[in-house]
């Protein structure tokens, strides 16, 4: 890259007769540059662990080039690294089984991961859809969304999620439609309850109690009286057979 900085600083030891000085220079340098490479790998790994000097075999030779060329321009040597090229990566023999172990448990790591990911996307699309995701971001972040948005949002919801909301709505109209009832029946019978009160309240007690035990196959009503020193009740706990139970004949 610069001969005059190179001849200057860079020993090179004199040519015998007969002797090439291309290669002379070469075999003077070789043991100089492959000190400097061997501290600019060692310089480079200890940045790295195994399962990313594993993985990043383009990244390495860059880094190791710059640390290199940055050696070289300090001592002016006038030489310019060109490439680096990364043929193997290998570990000491001594730590050959731990080193294996490593990476089967890394592999193992990555396996886990892999499938708990797996597990979570198929667990939010039965859960909501593919867009729940997207939605869920859209509905944490961004405070600007109004309630209209909001609702079309939930709408795009698919899988058990939706299901869960179709039934909430039903269940709020069902609710709503019956306060409507109660209302509209309330307002009908005002008339009458102002006649009579006691009446109309004894009806409606009556009729709330044979709502409750509709699904019953037997009932029995027992009103207290004023006045009465007591009631005795008596039950045949023999119920009597020709009486089949509601849905069977």
Not at 137 to 162: F, M, Y
Not at 184 to 191: A, D, G, N, T
């Amino acid at each position: 890259d610069d001969p005059e900085r190179f001849f200057k600083n860079v020993y090179v030891r004199n040519v015998k007769p007969g002797e090439i000085y291309f290669d002379v220079i070469r075999e003077s340098i070789t043991p100089f540059l492959e000190d400097l490479i061997d501290g600019a790998v060692v310089t480079a790994m200890v940045n790295y662990t195994i399962d990313e000097a594993i993985s990043s075999q383009d990244r390495i030779p860059k880094h190791v080039k710059k640390l290199l060329q940055e050696k070289l321009d300090k001592i002016e040597s006038g030489i310019k690294a060109v490439s680096i090229q990364l043929t193997a990566i290998t570990w000491p023999r001594q730590v050959d089984y731990a080193f294996l172990a490593s990476i089967k448990a890394s592999q193992g790591s990555q396996k886990a991961i892999s499938k708990a990911k797996g597990y979570a996307e198929n667990t939010l699309n039965e859960t909501a859809g593919p867009v729940a995701a997207e939605l869920l971001a859209v509905l944490k972040k961004d405070k600007t969304v109004s309630e209209r948005e909001k609702e079309l949002l939930w709408t795009q919801l698919a899988g058990t999620s939706q299901e869960k909301i179709a039934q909430a709505r039903a269940y709020r109209t069902k609710v709503v439609e019956t306060a409507k009832a109660n209302a509209e029946y309330l307002q009908k019978i005002l008339p009458e309850y102002r006649k009579r009160p006691k009446l109309v309240i004894q009806k409606i007690y009556q009729d709330a109690v044979e709502y409750v035990l509709n699904n019953t196959d037997e009932k029995m009503i027992i009103q207290s009286t004023e006045g009465a020193r007591g009631t005795e009740i008596r039950i045949l706990l023999n119920r009597d057979p020709t009486i089949k139970p509601r849905g069977k004949k």
